[in-house]
């Protein structure tokens, strides 16, 4: 019943910055965990960051120190500021969220696609040279 919808790309100059978006409506708030992902056509999802309703974060390496992952538990919004933006950051972005399992987290399972059960439609981030 929760439902996911992502926005806030778009296409920007390598360098640049932006700020992607997701409203979560149905929202349990600490229930759940969330997480960004992105996918390039033809090619695996790739997770890039996870939050814990406590603030807890985790950052793929290709993102570490060029992207922070937020959430407003008030608003019900999750966000991903990307800064430094690079050509191989180009691909659609999704907001994903599951159930909060402590196990999975400690686990290592964060940015695991298959352990995510509510995704967002995505939204396009084209950089270009």
Same mark, same amino acid.
């Given at each position: 019943? /929760?439902?996911?919808?992502?926005? *806030?790309?778009? =296409? /920007?100059?390598?360098?640049?910055?932006?700020?992607?978006?997701?409203?979560?409506?149905?929202?349990?708030?600490?229930?759940?965990?969330?997480?960004? $992902?992105?996918? /390039?056509? *033809?090619?695996?999802?790739?997770?890039? %960051?996870?939050?814990?309703?406590?603030?807890?974060?985790?950052?793929?390496?290709? /993102?570490?120190?060029?992207?922070?992952? =937020?959430?407003?538990?008030?608003?019900? !919004?999750? $966000?991903?500021?990307?800064?430094?933006?690079?050509?191989?950051? !180009?691909?659609?972005?999704?907001?994903?969220?599951?159930?909060?399992?402590? %196990?999975? !987290?400690?686990?290592?399972?964060?940015? =695991?696609?298959? !352990?995510?059960?509510?995704?967002?439609?995505?939204?396009?981030?084209?950089?270009? %040279?």
């Amino acid at each position: 019943q /929760v439902r996911l919808t992502e926005s *806030g790309g778009g =296409s /920007v100059q390598t360098g640049g910055d932006l700020t992607l978006s997701c409203a979560a409506a149905g929202w349990i708030g600490s229930m759940y965990c969330m997480a960004w $992902f992105r996918q /390039v056509p *033809g090619k695996e999802y790739e997770g890039v %960051a996870h939050i814990l309703p406590n603030g807890g974060t985790q950052y793929a390496d290709s /993102v570490k120190g060029r992207f922070t992952i =937020s959430l407003d538990n008030a608003k019900h !919004t999750l $966000f991903l500021q990307m800064n430094s933006l690079k050509v191989e950051d !180009t691909a659609m972005y999704y907001c994903a969220a599951r159930r909060c399992m402590p %196990a999975l !987290t400690s686990l290592g399972f964060a940015l =695991s696609r298959a !352990t995510y059960d509510t995704w967002g439609h995505g939204t396009q981030v084209t950089v270009s %040279a």
